[in-house]
């Protein structure tokens, strides 16, 4: 039987057994189902200088700072110098006047300027500096939230960084669409140093773990908890990453980390496969990635099953061990594809074998966006191609013999754009 659009709309829960419609409606409920982005480096309004947006900002995006020094004869020390304005230029003449766009990041603001109903292929930024110059920002956040899509954003709050750490006074108030992620990256990743700046701070540490250690890292963390009410707590871990293992880290993770998980009720997001400052010169555009043990995660989720663990791992070739994991621990969500897998042909590969391994359970997609327009093109590109491989299921499903329903098309893409991270961080 074939179900035509008007006979659907009227009887929501008719079977769609024509693949051309299946498709269709399929595509209708990812455009439309607004998103919770569990990871990005979005701060809210109350942050004030934090916050970035605009044409500059979108241009001297870390991704296309490294496209750029493959293709124009400049230094890195000399683009370090320049003023961003200029750098913006230099971004925009080398890599969408002088060479087409055709990378995903270079993609990415043409998506954007696109929405915005100006000129993807202007010769100069005076257009598009004088549109986002004139935006008042409140309405401005409004209508790229709208245009994306995106209902709630999680931001990476660091405890260590300062500018962030007036804002959160007691009893600071923040836009109610943002939540915060407690970030521990300067805690299990630069031990020493942290220690130093925990010192000074007045927590009775030392850099040995030794005596009250733990325990004072936990008061600090405990004060960053209630301060913050992060949804969760998240670190970004090399590809050599180990579990367990004989370092510091190793002790932070079970004493601190885990502990203060298990207390709090606070999942774990775990973002392995990192290698920090391959080229240094590059700066933020200088880290690389590596394939890693995925079953030191395992070791992790059997050791505190009581804990619910987020991961994703940076490695292409680490994503199908990743699917094969989480279905041996219930208390293990793999989400998004990070940064370099970023890319449509690679997070269409592994939404499929994420929805053939684990069906709707799963989190397909976060940002990790930093300038806010590009929540407009992150989702945009994502959704077309998360669309794409959930109709493949469907139709497959429909071969198989079971057509779906328009209600349980949008309860499966719900559950994955929002009811999964909700369900995990305790706020249905
Ligand atoms: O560690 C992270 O959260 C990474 O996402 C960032 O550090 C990285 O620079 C990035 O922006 C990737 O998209
Ligand atoms: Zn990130």
């Known amino acids: ?22 498709r269709r409606q399929v595509e209708e409920v990812v455009e439309a189902t607004p998103v919770f982005d569990i990871h990005t480096h ?23 700072i490294a496209e750029t020094f493959r293709s124009a004869a400049v230094t890195p020390e000399s683009f370090w110098q320049m003023r961003k304005v200029d750098q913006a230029d230099l971004v925009w003449r080398t890599l969408f006047v002088e060479n087409t766009p055709l990378s995903e990041a270079a ?32 309405a401005h956040l409004d209508r790229v939230l709208d245009l994306a899509r995106v209902g709630d954003v999680v931001m990476t709050n660091d405890p260590f960084d300062e500018a962030e750490a007036r804002v959160w006074e007691p009893g600071a108030h923040l ?55 992060p949804l969760y707590m998240a670190v970004s871990l090399p590809d050599d990453f180990k579990f367990p293992d004989t370092d510091a880290r190793d002790r932070l993770i079970r004493e601190v980390a ?5 207390e709090h009720g606070l999942p774990f997001a775990v973002m392995v496969g990192v290698r920090r400052g391959v080229n240094p010169a590059l700066r933020a555009a ?29 490695s292409r070739e680490n994503q199908h061990e990743l699917c094969v ?16 897998l970023n890319n449509p042909s690679i997070v269409s590969e592994i939404t499929r074998e994420r929805l053939e391994l684990l069906g709707p359970s799963f989190i397909p997609q976060h940002s990790d966006a930093r300038i806010l327009e590009q929540l407009i093109y992150k989702w945009r590109h994502s959704r077309r191609v998360i669309a794409d491989a959930l109709s493949e299921s469907y139709e497959r499903l429909l071969g198989s013999g079971r057509a779906v329903t328009r209600p349980e098309i949008e309860r499966d893409v719900s559950r994955m754009f929002d009811g999964n991270f909700r369900d995990w961080v305790g706020r249905r």
Request: glycine share 10%.
């Open 258 to 262: 885990l502990a203060t998980a298990l």
């Open 107 to 138: 993609r990415g603001v043409v998506t954007v300027l696109d929405a915005f109903g100006l000129d993807p292929a202007a010769t100069d930024l005076a257009e598009a500096r004088a549109f986002f110059g004139a935006q008042e920002a409140s």
């Open 1 to 22: 039987m074939t179900v035509g659009r008007t006979e659907n709309r009227d009887a929501p829960g008719q079977l769609l057994s024509d693949g051309t419609e299946l």
């Open 325 to 340: 994991a989480a279905r041996k621990f219930s208390n293990l969500m793999p989400f998004g594809c990070w940064w370099f």
């Open 175 to 229: 836009d109610s669409r943002f939540h915060a992620a407690l970030r521990m990256d300067g805690l299990l990743n630069d031990w020493e140093r942290t220690s130093a700046k925990l010192s000074a701070l007045g927590y009775d540490v030392d850099a040995s773990l030794g005596g009250g250690t733990t325990s004072e890292v936990r008061r600090f963390l405990n004060l960053w908890i209630a301060r913050m009410k």
């Open 42 to 64: 979005l701060y809210a309004p109350e942050f004030g200088a934090l916050n970035l947006y605009g044409i500059d900002e979108l241009l001297t995006y870390h991704y296309l």
């Open 286 to 314: 200088g880290d690389g990635v590596g394939r890693a043990d995925v079953s030191a995660v395992e070791r992790m989720c059997a050791w505190r099953p009581d804990v619910r663990f987020l991961a994703t791992f940076l």
